[in-house]
């Protein structure tokens, strides 16, 4: 996003906080825990994933898959890795900030790893996906269809949410 952008959004948060009588600290308490709330949500999901994945590599199987399997395998784990490195960022960027009355910076910060994150996360997601199916069916249609889950992904994660803040954001 740009600065501009951030400074409308800012702005019209700012309006928002009259409305509902919050001092600026009482609204980065409130972005603070809802972001939180979302971040607990990734979080569950791509520890999941990422653990699964990281017992991948000690089955029989996985030294029997063509280097090229293996390849996507390592790239998939590390986007794992690093979507969670991003998605525990915020706890980890609160704790080292905590008591220094710099919330609402530490607000935006971790928003920003938490946008990090999940595009991290649907690409590992992607990736996996794309591994699975590769060697479950040897079949052409797989980039087909993981090129399908990922544009549900996109609608889903950003395309929809992007749509609902356009249509129902009120420019004063």
């Known amino acids: 996003m740009s600065d501009a952008t951030d400074r409308r959004d800012e702005e019209r948060d700012a309006e928002r906080d009259e409305k509902r ?4 600290k009482e609204r980065a308490d409130r972005q603070w825990q809802e972001l939180i709330q979302e971040i ?6 791509v520890q999941i994933l990422f653990g699964f994945l990281l017992t ?3 089955t029989p199987l996985f030294h029997e898959l063509p280097q ?3 390849t996507i395998y390592i790239v998939t784990i590390v986007l794992g890795a690093l979507a969670t490195g991003a998605l525990i960022g915020p706890v980890a960027f609160h704790r080292v900030v905590s008591g220094r009355r710099i919330k609402p ?7 920003r790893l938490t946008f990090v ?3 991290l996360l649907l690409a590992t997601c992607t990736a996996a996906l794309f591994l699975v199916l590769r060697v479950a069916t040897h079949d052409a249609v797989v980039p087909w ?4 889950v990922m544009a ?11 749509w609902a803040r356009v249509r129902y954001t009120v420019e004063k």
């Open 152 to 162: 549900w992904y996109l609608l889903c994660w950003f395309g929809l949410p992007l």
């Open 145 to 148: 269809l993981v090129a399908g």
């Open 105 to 111: 910076e530490a607000v935006a910060w971790a928003s």
């Open 56 to 58: 991948v590599v000690f």
């Open 21 to 24: 009588g919050e001092s600026e």
């Open 40 to 45: 607990r949500v990734a979080q569950t999901g």
């Open 117 to 119: 994150g999940l595009v």
């Open 68 to 70: 090229t399997d293996k």
